[in-house]
Protein backbone atom coordinates (compact mmCIF):
# COMPACT_ATOMS: atom_id res chain seq x y z
CA UNK A 1 0.00 0.00 0.00
CA UNK A 2 3.40 2.43 0.82
CA UNK A 3 4.49 2.24 -2.58
CA UNK A 4 1.15 2.74 -3.84
CA UNK A 5 0.30 5.91 -2.09
CA UNK A 6 4.08 6.39 -3.05
CA UNK A 7 3.23 6.46 -6.86
CA UNK A 8 -0.12 8.56 -6.76
CA UNK A 9 2.03 11.37 -5.02
CA UNK A 10 4.43 10.76 -7.79
CA UNK A 11 1.65 10.99 -10.60
CA UNK A 12 0.19 14.44 -8.82
CA UNK A 13 3.39 15.90 -8.36
CA UNK A 14 4.40 15.74 -12.10
CA UNK A 15 1.26 17.10 -12.69
CA UNK A 16 1.42 19.88 -10.21
CA UNK A 17 2.75 22.35 -12.55
CA UNK A 18 -0.14 22.77 -15.20
CA UNK A 19 -2.50 21.42 -12.21
CA UNK A 20 -1.46 23.32 -9.03
CA UNK A 21 -4.73 23.72 -7.34
CA UNK A 22 -6.25 20.18 -8.23
CA UNK A 23 -2.84 18.93 -7.11
CA UNK A 24 -2.61 20.22 -3.97
CA UNK A 25 -6.55 19.36 -2.94
CA UNK A 26 -5.48 15.70 -3.68
CA UNK A 27 -2.20 15.77 -1.80
CA UNK A 28 -3.99 17.28 1.62
CA UNK A 29 -6.69 15.09 0.55
CA UNK A 30 -4.51 11.84 0.68
CA UNK A 31 -2.66 12.93 3.87
CA UNK A 32 -5.79 13.32 5.84
CA UNK A 33 -6.83 9.93 4.85
CA UNK A 34 -4.01 8.46 6.05
CA UNK A 35 -3.93 9.87 8.98
CA UNK A 36 -7.52 9.14 9.93
CA UNK A 37 -6.03 5.31 8.54
CA UNK A 38 -2.80 5.28 11.28
CA UNK A 39 -5.43 6.92 13.93
CA UNK A 40 -7.82 3.67 13.20
CA UNK A 41 -4.92 1.32 13.72
CA UNK A 42 -3.21 2.56 16.81
CA UNK A 43 -7.20 2.20 18.20
CA UNK A 44 -7.56 -1.24 16.59
CA UNK A 45 -4.31 -2.15 18.32
CA UNK A 46 -5.12 -0.97 21.51
CA UNK A 47 -9.03 -3.11 21.23
CA UNK A 48 -7.12 -6.19 20.64
CA UNK A 49 -4.37 -5.84 22.41
CA UNK A 50 -6.63 -5.61 25.99
CA UNK A 51 -9.48 -7.36 24.29
CA UNK A 52 -9.40 -10.09 26.40
CA UNK A 53 -8.82 -8.45 29.46
CA UNK A 54 -12.23 -6.32 28.80
CA UNK A 55 -14.78 -9.26 27.47
CA UNK A 56 -14.75 -12.91 27.14
CA UNK A 57 -17.59 -13.07 24.23
CA UNK A 58 -17.89 -11.65 21.46
CA UNK A 59 -20.19 -8.65 20.44
CA UNK A 60 -23.38 -9.89 18.21
CA UNK A 61 -23.52 -7.78 14.44
CA UNK A 62 -27.13 -6.33 15.25
CA UNK A 63 -25.26 -4.38 18.62
CA UNK A 64 -22.48 -3.75 16.46
CA UNK A 65 -24.78 -2.19 14.20
CA UNK A 66 -26.30 -0.47 16.85
CA UNK A 67 -23.64 0.96 18.52
CA UNK A 68 -22.11 2.90 14.96
CA UNK A 69 -25.76 3.99 14.05
CA UNK A 70 -25.88 5.56 17.53
CA UNK A 71 -22.25 6.93 17.29
CA UNK A 72 -23.23 8.68 13.78
CA UNK A 73 -26.75 10.42 15.07
CA UNK A 74 -24.43 11.39 18.00
CA UNK A 75 -22.03 13.18 15.37
CA UNK A 76 -24.90 14.97 13.90
Do not use: C, G, R
Not at 1 to 14: D, F, G, R, V
Not at 52 to 60: K, S, V
Request: aromatic share 12%.
Amino acid sequence: MESNIKNIKQLINSKKEKYPNISDVWLKYIEKKIEFLKADLNKAEKIFTDIENTTNQDIPYNTIAFLYFLHQESLQ
